[in-house]
T-cell receptor, first 113, second 114 residues
Framework: AQSVTQLDSQVPVFEEAPVELRCNYSSSVSVYLFWYVQYPNQGLQLLLKYLSGSTLVKGINGFEAEFNKSQTSFHLRKPSVHISDTAEYFCAVSEQGAQKLVFGQGTRLTINP | ETGVTQTPRHLVMGMTNKKSLKCEQHLGHNAMYWYKQSAKKPLELMFVYSLEERVENNSVPSRFSPECPNSSHLFLHLHTLQPEDSALYLC?????????????FGPGTRLTVT
C-alpha cells in the first residue's frame, strides 16, 4: 500500500527567505506525485505534479519540486516566500493507472514579516 | 460557474436531522470523489465514483450515503450523524481516462453536528 509522510507539521519562515517542505512516499510501483495548497476556508489547489520525464518540476506561484526516486522523496521548494504563501500544503501520491490519491498529513507554512 | 462547486458552504445540523451536500463539476470529468478533512488528520477518501458507478467505499458508516445521478453531480446524504462527523467535506473530480488523474477540488462544506 502507498503512504505519504510529510516530515514537518509546521514550518515558520521569514518573508523573502527560501523554504523547503519535505515529502517522502512509499510504494511498490511507479507513481505520480502531486503538491496541493489549501488557503484558509478554501479547497485544495494543484501547485504542481510529477508524471514522468525531468525530475525537476515547476509549478504555479514560483514553487518547484524535485522527484528523487532513490530517496523516494518529492520535496517542495521556493527560493523567496511571500506573506501570501501562508497556507497548508499537501503532498499526494497515486499509483500509475489508479484513480486514488493518498495524501500526507499536511504542512502548515507560516510566513512572518 | 467554473471548476467544482459545492453547496452549502456551511451547515449546522442536529444529530436527528437529514441533510444533503451537493457537488457539481463543470470540467467534463468522469470521476468524482468525496473526502473528509478533520483537524489534525490527513484527508480521508470516502467515496469514488467513476462513470457514475461507485468504485470505492472506504469503510464509511452507513449514515453517509452518496449518490451520483450523472457525471456532473455528486451528492452526500447525511442522517443521524454524530458530533465526530463535524469536519470539512471536500468534493473533487478528475478525468479518469487521462494519464495523471489529477484531482480538482471544490471549496468544501463546513459541517457542524450539534
Amino acid at each position: 500500500a502507498q503512504s505519504v509522510t510529510q516530515l514537518d507539521s509546521q514550518v515558520p519562515v521569514f518573508e523573502e527567505a527560501p523554504v523547503e517542505l519535505r515529502c517522502n512516499y512509499s510504494s511498490s510501483v511507479s507513481v505520480y506525485l502531486f503538491w496541493y495548497v489549501q488557503y484558509p476556508n478554501q479547497g485544495l489547489q494543484l501547485l504542481l505534479k510529477y508524471l514522468s520525464g525531468s525530475t525537476l518540476v515547476k509549478g504555479i506561484n514560483g514553487f518547484e519540486a524535485e522527484f528523487n526516486k532513490s530517496q523516494t522523496s518529492f520535496h517542495l521548494r521556493k527560493p523567496s516566500v511571500h506573506i501570501s504563501d501562508t497556507a497548508e500544503y499537501f503532498c499526494a501520491v497515486s499509483e500509475q493507472g489508479a484513480q486514488k490519491l493518498v495524501f500526507g498529513q499536511g504542512t502548515r507554512l507560516t510566513i512572518n514579516p | 460557474e467554473t471548476g467544482v462547486t459545492q453547496t452549502p458552504r456551511h451547515l449546522v445540523m442536529g444529530m436527528t436531522n437529514k441533510k444533503s451536500l451537493k457537488c457539481e463539476q463543470h470540467l467534463g470529468h468522469n470521476a468524482m470523489y468525496w473526502y473528509k478533512q478533520s483537524a489534525k488528520k490527513p484527508l480521508e477518501l470516502m467515496f469514488v465514483y467513476s462513470l457514475e458507478e461507485r468504485v470505492e467505499n472506504n469503510s464509511v458508516p452507513s449514515r453517509f450515503s452518496p449518490e451520483c445521478p450523472n457525471s456532473s453531480h455528486l451528492f452526500l446524504h447525511l442522517h443521524t450523524l454524530q458530533p465526530e462527523d463535524s469536519a470539512l467535506y471536500l468534493c473533487a473530480s478528475s478525468q479518469g481516462e487521462g494519464n495523471s488523474y489529477e484531482q480538482y477540488f471544490g471549496p468544501g462544506t463546513r459541517l457542524t453536528v450539534t
